[in-house]
Every structure is written in C-alpha cells, then in structure tokens.
C-alpha cells in the first residue's frame, strides 16, 4: 500500500521543505518598527524629562501596531490551517506579543499621564481662582502673572509701586485710543468682580476636562467648572497651557482663555438677589456720573451743573458761576485743600516723571474754570456693569472705570467714586460725585488718526479763557 494514497502530501512536505508566511514576517516587521519607536521615545522622554503623548496629527501611527497584530493573528491561524506546510509561527508570535505589548504599555502610560495632567491642571485652577477670592491685590497680582506665558513673567518680589510699575509697563499698554491693557482688563473682567468682592463665599466645582491636546511644544488642556457666589452662578471655561514636562510644575502652567457663562450668554453671569440689586446701585451710579461727565463735555463745560453733582440736598441746587467754593473744588489736587475733586496719590502710575509733569498740566487746565478746556471730548466712563462697591458709615461707594484723553500725546485711566446712602442706592437722585482717584497716565498709542491732530490742540488748553 501506498503511504501517500490520495497524494495528501505535497511534493514539498516530501522534501522537507516549509513555505514561510509572508504574514509572520510582515507581523515581525510592524511589531520590531513599534517597539523600536515605544522604546525611542521613552528614552527621549526620560533623557529630556518630557511626556510622551503623541500630537493628535500623529494618532494615525496607531495603524502600524494594529496591523502588526492583525497580520500575526491571521499569520497563526493560517499556519495552523496549513497541515504543516507553512513555517514563521514563531516569528508571528513574536510580533503579534511586540505589537500587542507596545500598545498596552502606551495605553496604560497615556492613560495614567493623562489622568496625571487633568489632576494638576484642576489644582492649578482652583489654586488660581483662590488667589482672585483672596480679595488681596498681591495675590490677584499672582493670579493676573499666572495668565502670562511662563517666560514672559515679571517677579513680584519687592516693593508693591515697583511690582506695579513693571506690570503696567510690560503688561498694561492698550492697543487703541478705546481699549485697555491686559492687567486692566483682567482686573475689571466679571471672573475677578464676582470672586474678589466682600463676603462673595464663592465656590466652585470641577464639570468636565477635555483631552489634553498638543500644541505650541505643550499640552493644551480645557476645563469647565459650576461657579456659585453669594451674588451670581455662572460657568467658568478655562483653557490650560503646560509644557511638555510628565508632570508640568504650576510655575508652568499658563491660564491662556477663561470666559464665563450662563443662562444669560458669554461674559455675563446668572444673578441671585443680591447681585441684581448691585448691578441696579451701579447703573445709578453710572447715570449719575454719566450727568457729571456730560456737564464736563467740552461744547457745554457746565461747572455749575456738575458742582451740584458734588453736594448733598437739592438735585439742582442753586450754584452761581461765579462761586468761589466751586472754583477751588475743581482746581485743587491731592486734597491739599479740601473739599477737591482730584486725587493722585501714588500709587498712581506715571510711565516717566515728564509724562507726569506735563500731563498733569493738562489734565489741570481741562478742570480749571479760568481755562479754555480742551477742545475734543477728552473723559469717559468705561463699562462696568459689576463695578467694585463698598459700605461704610451708612453709605455705599462705587469706583466707576474712567478712560481720560488728553489727545494727541496722553492716555490716563481714572476710577470716579461715587457715594449714596445705603437706604437710597437704588435711585440715581441720591448719587453724589466724591472724587476722581488717578490710577495710570502714559504715552497715547501710536494711531494713523492721532497723527493728523494738529500739534497745537494740546497748547489750547492752556489758553485762559476770556472775561464775559
């Protein structure tokens, strides 16, 4: 009898010979090609004290240990099918386990960083926002540095006029005649209003992370919290710069947006009771002023209507033009008389002693009844729907935003106090105008409109007017 009967075995199993899968090969190939990238880019890493997630644009290289362990899978049970005459099931183990086993490890290390990253970058934003609840103006300071990139942060050591000067001086330039700088704006944005006032008892609760994302040699990582004051509930979306380190020390951590929201839409807060009945004080505050600013205006420079605006009792007193008490009231500074409209205390800041010298010349003559004034509107009242208030001796105060322009060379910026009895807050008749504190004054952005100003309409400020 034949010992091959149906010719069951071929002509190659007779001389020994196998046919190597071509399957396990290409297994062994993926499979090496993934361990050999794993293990450079954690050695990488580890030399360089970097993270290794891939980019996002790179998460397509997941395909090459995924068809590594396709082709080992099918490469084994392809063999086993073959009765012996296909040979490479080792080699196909092989790079099936280097596949397989480079993937987990990745997973898991991704994994593990991830949930590493949205751990610190939850501290690093409640540490943050405890900083702006402080209600300490170093700390909201701290937390105004945190939103700067970490190589472009000043030190806040030493003297508070100094930490200030350098941060208005690097920090604080607006880029037109009508905006503000980063740090004025950071301190007058709702976030800083609501979490810094007296007695807010703010709290905040994590919501969600999204996955970190690679860019700008970082990871870029967005949270969103549930916010609740005493006056207001919003939601707070921050988005989070860290650099590439495994776990980025705060002091690289960078808050690049943060935006509230609510019920009401972007930038604006849901409001409980007591924060609708500050709002309310502030819009009467700001009508109150906006009368004050508009008696002010250069076609009108109505120093009586405005004096009224300064003094308790009638809503339009009788004030003569020629009343010597108002006159000082608006020519004095820096309560070297009292009563006096202007103060310039330090720590007001001035970008040079000239730009002082002069723009107080100015901004003196723009109050002096004797004087001309200037010839274009020159002082505004900057939104600020939750303006910083307070309460003493039976009265409440608000600091309303003011933007001065002493075109073309000056910018200053101002806060006008204004002051009503706590019981009355609610009506514009009983805002009073206290006094107008200077906060900055600098050189006027460099604008194509400011350069065709005529070089005299500064000089006219200093014209005397002439005797009715």
């Known amino acids: 009898m034949s010992d091959n009967p149906d010719g069951f075995y071929s002509d190659q199993m007779v001389s020994g010979y196998r046919r190597l899968s071509l399957l396990a090969v290409a297994s062994l190939v993926l499979g090496s090609v993934t361990a050999l990238v794993m ?48 040979s490479g099931r080792n080699l196909a183990w092989i790079g099936l386990l280097l596949s397989g086993g480079s993937m987990m490890l990745y997973g898991a290390y991704h994994g593990a960083t991830v949930l590493a990253l ?48 350098k941060l208005e001086v690097d920090h604080n330039r607006p880029n037109d005649l009508t905006s503000t700088g980063l740090y004025t704006s950071f301190l007058s944005s709702p976030l800083v209003q609501l979490l810094s006032e007296v ?9 969600s992370v999204t996955e970190p994302e690679y ?22 979306g921050a988005r989070l710069h860290g650099s590439m380190a495994n776990l980025p020390p705060l002091k690289k951590w960078q808050i690049r947006e943060h935006q509230i929201t609510s019920s009401v839409g972007r930038g604006s807060p849901d409001l409980e009771p007591a924060g609708k009945a500050r709002a309310l004080r502030v819009e009467m505050a700001r009508r109150a002023g906006a009368e004050f600013i508009d008696a002010m205006d250069p076609k009108k420079r109505n120093f009586p209507r405005a004096y009224s605006l300064t003094i308790p009792g009638s809503r339009i007193p009788l004030v003569k033009p020629d009343n010597p008490a108002m006159a000082l009231y608006f ?30 010349t100015y901004f003196k003559a723009a ?33 309303l935003p ?67």
């Open 39 to 86: 293990g450079f880019g954690f050695a990488i890493a580890l030399f360089r004290d970097v993270s290794f997630l891939l980019p996002t644009g790179y998460m397509g290289l997941g395909f090459v240990p995924l068809a590594g362990l396709l082709c080992g899978w099918v490469a084994i049970r392809t063999i086993a099918g073959s009765q012996g005459a296909m």
């Open 118 to 165: 949205r751990i610190r970058s939850e501290g690093f934003v409640n540490e943050w926002m405890a900083l702006i609840a402080s209600q300490d103006p170093e700390k909201i300071d701290r937390a105004f540095v945190f939103t700067l990139p970490p190589g472009s942060r000043p030190s806040l050591e030493g003297d508070r006029a100094d930490v200030r000067a």
């Open 199 to 207: 007695d807010a008892n703010a709290k905040w609760r994590l919501k």
């Open 215 to 236: 860019i700008d040699n970082g990871y870029l990582v967005g949270l969103e919290f549930e916010v609740t004051t005493s006056q207001a509930r919003f939601k707070l």
């Open 331 to 360: 020519r004095t500074m820096d309560g070297s008389s009292s009563p006096c409209l202007i103060e310039a205390k330090p720590p007001v800041f001035w970008c040079s002693e000239d730009v002082r010298k002069e723009f107080f």
């Open 367 to 399: 109050w002096d009844i004797d004087f001309a004034g200037p010839p274009f509107p020159w002082i505004s009242i900057q939104p600020a729907p939750l303006a910083p208030s307070s309460v003493r001796d039976g009265r409440i105060a608000v600091r």
């Open 402 to 468: 003011v933007k001065i322009m002493m075109l073309p060379r000056y910018t200053g910026l101002a806060e006008l106090v204004m002051s009503a009895p706590v019981d009355r807050a609610d009506s514009k008749e009983a805002w009073l105008v206290e006094k107008l504190v200077m906060v900055s004054a600098r050189l006027s952005p460099p604008m194509p409109e400011l350069e065709k100003a005529p070089p005299e309409a500064m000089n006219m400020l200093l014209q005397k007017q002439k005797p009715r």
